[in-house]
């Protein structure tokens, strides 16, 4: 979750009032350790047996378990998931995830294509979906959430510049971003499927006394000039001087406008 909260529409009436009683309204000074609480909430409906364990729409593996996530429905958003893992998490900053045997919750997080597309109303094709995570100093909560959503139509259109790089290096690229040029590394990763894991990735690409906190990271599914499927991971750098703090929600689109451009609308 960034700055701008979780949860808009929801699992139906019934689950959405009752879903409801254990969300909180936040302001302000939300409490930055609000998703872990309601993480543990999922838990005890997992255990008990709930379906879907509520305030998540779907806990997977043993709560607790090192591959162990919930998914969770945003607060903000048409069709924005959350997928969170159910073992404590601070960030992308997280020693656990860049382990030789860390899971790879992103490539969990990719497989919410289905459920995003569902809640869109439509079919997504891979370039139009994605998932971000924001560095610990754009994000106001202190557990691991990946941001599931449409992205901008613009950046849409510019990741499918045929120009554009898809090379394995990574590489420097601007893009327009809350009123502000903003720089991102890029780098293409080819495949159908994640096989690799893009936070060990950042980690090695890491200059001497950067850090990890400091980064966003976005995974967005692309094709390079022979149409062969891949991604294209972009991260961004949190920057105090330009007044950038490495959120990278608003390469996303909460109201999927990119939905009316698809070929069945």
Same mark, same amino acid.
């Given at each position: /979750? ?28 939300? @409490? ?5 609480? $309601? ?27 090192? *591959? ?34 860390? +899971?790879?919750? $992103? ?37 691991? +959430? ?12 510019? $990741?499918? #510049? ?15 971003? #809350? ?17 690799? @894991? ?12 950067? *850090? /990890? ?10 094709? #390079? ?13 949190? #920057? ?6 490495? @959120?990278? *929600?608003? $390469? ?14």
């Amino acid at each position: /979750m960034s700055r701008r909260s979780v949860w808009r529409h929801g699992l139906g009436l019934g689950l959405l009032l009752a879903a409801l009683t254990v969300w909180p309204q936040w302001g302000h000074a939300e @409490n930055p350790s609000q998703l872990w609480l $309601l993480l543990q909430r999922c838990a005890v409906q997992a255990k008990a047996g709930h379906q879907p364990p509520l305030p998540c729409a779907r806990v997977s593996g043993t709560p607790g378990a090192p *591959d162990s996530y919930a998914v969770l429905k945003d607060r903000d958003g048409k069709a924005q998931y959350l997928l969170l893992p159910m073992q404590r998490t601070s960030g992308l900053e997280a020693a656990s995830l860049i382990k030789p045997q860390a +899971h790879n919750f $992103l490539a969990d997080a990719w497989a919410l294509r289905d459920q995003v597309s569902a809640a869109a109303d439509a079919a997504l094709p891979r370039q139009a979906f994605g998932l971000v995570i924001n560095s610990a100093y754009g994000r106001s909560q202190n557990q691991l +959430h990946i941001h599931a959503d449409c992205m901008q139509p613009w950046l849409v259109r510019r $990741l499918a #510049d045929p120009a554009l790089s898809r090379g394995e290096d990574w590489q420097s690229i601007d893009l327009p971003l #809350d009123g502000a040029i903003r720089h991102f590394q890029l780098r293409w990763l080819p495949g159908e499927q994640l096989s690799v @894991n893009p936070f060990r990735l950042l980690a090695e690409h890491l200059s001497a006394g950067d *850090d /990890m906190a400091s980064h966003s990271l976005v995974l967005i599914g692309g094709y #390079d000039p022979r149409h062969r499927p891949g991604f294209f991971l972009l991260s961004g750098h949190h #920057d105090a001087a330009t007044g950038d703090s490495a @959120n990278a *929600d608003r $390469l996303q689109d909460l109201a999927c406008h990119i939905v009316a451009s698809l070929p069945s609308h």
